[in-house]
């Protein structure tokens, strides 16, 4: 574990248990949020290569623009 790690655990040991637990739920949460983006990106990662391929094809084809970050 590390040290910031061991701190934030000091800390949340300092909350009450029903602080504790909504700070544990969303820990969970979190870390289930992580995992859930992983697995979307691998398993999206042959249709992202191909949207890739498709935009610098369109790129070197003269079909896109600079984007002008006044007019966003």
């Not at 040290?3 to 700070?23: G, I, M, N, S, Y």
């Amino acid at each position: 574990m590390t040290t910031l790690l061991e701190r934030a655990f000091a800390e949340a040991a300092k909350l009450t248990p029903a602080e504790q637990d909504v700070l544990a739920s969303r820990l969970l949460a979190e870390l289930a949020d992580e995992d859930e983006f992983d697995r979307l990106i691998t398993e999206t990662s042959d249709k992202l290569a191909i949207l890739a391929r498709e935009a610098l094809a369109e790129d070197r084809a003269g079909l896109t623009e600079e984007l002008d970050p006044d007019r966003l």
